[in-house]
């Protein structure tokens, strides 16, 4: 079965750095780009960007660029969203989701990662 | 960067048809995928492309295109459809966007 399984919930103070998880199973992971996605409370989904674990080739949304990091260790079937110091406009549930470049969809979505931020 | 348009509620009464719309420019270049999502879950892929369905989708949902719209319908609407329903697509610069999402309620 494809999956994708996310890290467990955070609570953080503003300022504070923050590493969130995203590992594949069942797929060659390499082989599949994973976008992040998010959604403030309740709002809408936003894109935030997308890498491609096989070479790490990474894409922001202008809405984020500056913002986040994204990264993958392959070795470990793993993608990355990152802060460096983390906002409570960060506070917000944040999905990866496969990507599938023969049609520029999402077929496969984890869960999701609720991140607090709050001092 | 593009935008994609969404009426932000519609409403179908138990058994009827309904139409969930969604417009932009990049939808002349690029088909819509649509994504169903209920309260506290994640988001679930239902139509992708010209109008297909991942396993598992129910063939009453389907989608179209014409010009800068691409529509969801779904044919026989069930109480398990009540739901947000976000439609995206990738636009000219290379980035995905999605719509701000249509909350439907089945009456």
């Known amino acids: 079965e494809v999956q994708l399984v996310q890290s467990g919930a955070e609570v953080k103070k503003p300022g504070e750095s923050l590493k969130i998880s995203c590992k594949g199973s069942g797929y060659s992971f390499t082989s599949y780009w994973i976008g992040w996605v998010r959604q403030m409370p309740g709002k809408g989904l936003e894109w935030m960007g997308i890498i491609y674990p096989g070479d790490s080739d990474t894409r922001y949304s202008p809405s984020f660029q500056g913002q986040v990091t994204i990264s993958a260790d392959k070795s470990i079937s793993t993608a990355y969203l990152q802060w460096s110091s983390l906002k409570a406009s960060d506070t917000a549930m944040y999905y990866c989701?496969?990507?599938?470049?023969?049609?520029?969809?999402?077929?496969?979505w984890g869960k999701g990662t609720t991140v607090t931020v709050s001092s | 960067s593009s935008e994609l348009t969404q009426d932000p509620a519609v409403s179908v009464a138990l058994g009827q048809t309904v139409r969930i719309t969604c417009q932009g420019d990049s939808l002349r270049s690029y088909y819509a995928s649509w994504y169903q999502q209920k309260p506290g879950q994640a988001p679930v892929l239902v139509i992708y492309g010209k109008n297909n369905r991942p396993s598992g989708i129910p063939d009453r949902f389907s989608g179209s295109s014409s010009g800068n719209t691409a529509s969801l319908t779904i044919t026989g609407a069930q109480a398990e459809d009540e739901a947000d329903y976000y439609c995206?697509?990738?636009?000219?610069?290379?980035?995905?966007?999605f719509g701000g999402g249509t909350k439907l309620t089945v009456l």
């Open positions: 995206n697509s990738r636009d000219s610069s290379g980035n995905q966007v």
């Open positions: 989701a496969r990507y599938q470049t023969s049609g520029y969809y999402m077929d496969v």
